[in-house]
């Protein structure tokens, strides 16, 4: 595909991928381009686990979490309700996007504290990790000797730099992904992931990503193509003087 065209068609797929699995020869080319990201001093502080065995997938996917009414309230501060809102805004997603749990949780907020409620919705959460292909892990490494004090600002730029080489590497090849973080939003979610992956603890290791892999099934459901105009943000010369 060519890059003006791959990097606007870039896209989170959101539900169920088909059972075809992804051949080694395109995890690779996948792997490779996470490989050649941008990194502070080439310090590379980055590790990535593959997960392709499907008892471990399974375990996984058992993993649940909740969210807070904080993290509720900020999902919702990006919905837009309608094309026209998206249009004017130009920024956050569609309502029709957001997993069904979260909307559920907007209309009657008491759900929050309900156990039956987040037992079914991790249910459902499950369901949709397990129908991934592949599950990528993208680590930093903390204890990456860095330079000055933005030394960690650099090196999560970086692993910033490692999502966008899989994520548009993956549409090239015809592989839909998704970035899932409910899990990411718990800190005792993220004990248990790191259990699982026997990731070691006090080491400096930092779970920051959690990748689905797939092909696109019939039925799917994409982030917005919706974006500010460069003359929104782009400033010439002096800050405030419109490009």
Same mark, same amino acid.
């Given at each position: @595909? ?25 995890? %690779? ?6 490989? &050649?990201?941008? *990194? ?19 375990? +996984?996917? @058992?993993?649940?979490?909740?969210? *807070? ?21 130009? $920024?956050?997603? &569609?309502?029709?996007?957001?997993? =069904?749990?979260?909307?559920? +949780?907007?209309? $009657?907020?008491?759900?929050? *504290?309900?156990?039956?409620?987040? %037992?079914?919705? @991790? ?13 990528? &892990?993208? #680590? ?34 015809? #592989?839909? *992904?998704?970035? #899932? ?24 290791? =930092?779970? @920051? ?8 099934? %019939? ?25």
């Amino acid at each position: @595909m060519d890059f003006q065209e791959l990097v606007k068609f870039r896209r989170s797929s959101r539900w169920l991928f088909n059972n075809k699995p992804i051949p080694d020869s395109e995890l %690779k080319k996948i792997l490779e381009a996470a490989r &050649f990201a941008p *990194t502070p001093h080439n310090s590379q502080p980055f590790e990535i686990i593959v997960v392709k065995d499907r008892n471990v997938i399974k375990e +996984l996917s @058992m993993v649940g979490f909740r969210l *807070t009414k904080k993290y509720v309230d900020e999902h919702f501060h990006w919905v837009r309700y309608s094309k026209e809102e998206l249009e004017s805004k130009k $920024d956050g997603v &569609f309502i029709d996007v957001l997993p =069904k749990f979260v909307n559920d +949780l907007k209309d $009657d907020p008491k759900l929050i *504290t309900d156990d039956n409620f987040w %037992k079914k919705s @991790m249910e459902l959460y499950s369901i949709l990790v397990q129908n991934s292909a592949v599950l990528l &892990f993208v #680590i930093y490494n903390r204890n990456k000797p860095g330079v000055g004090p933005l030394k960690h600002v650099w090196g999560i730029l970086s692993i910033g730099a490692v999502m966008e080489n899989i994520w548009l590497a993956s549409n090239d090849l015809g #592989i839909s *992904t998704q970035l #899932i973080s409910g899990q990411l939003m718990n800190p005792e979610s993220v004990k248990k992931i790191m259990k699982i992956l026997k990731i070691p603890e006090n080491q400096g290791y =930092k779970l @920051m990503l959690i990748f689905r892999l797939g092909y696109e099934g %019939k039925y799917g459901k994409y982030g917005t193509k919706y974006r500010r105009e460069l003359s929104d943000f782009v400033h010439l010369d002096r800050f405030n003087n419109k490009y």
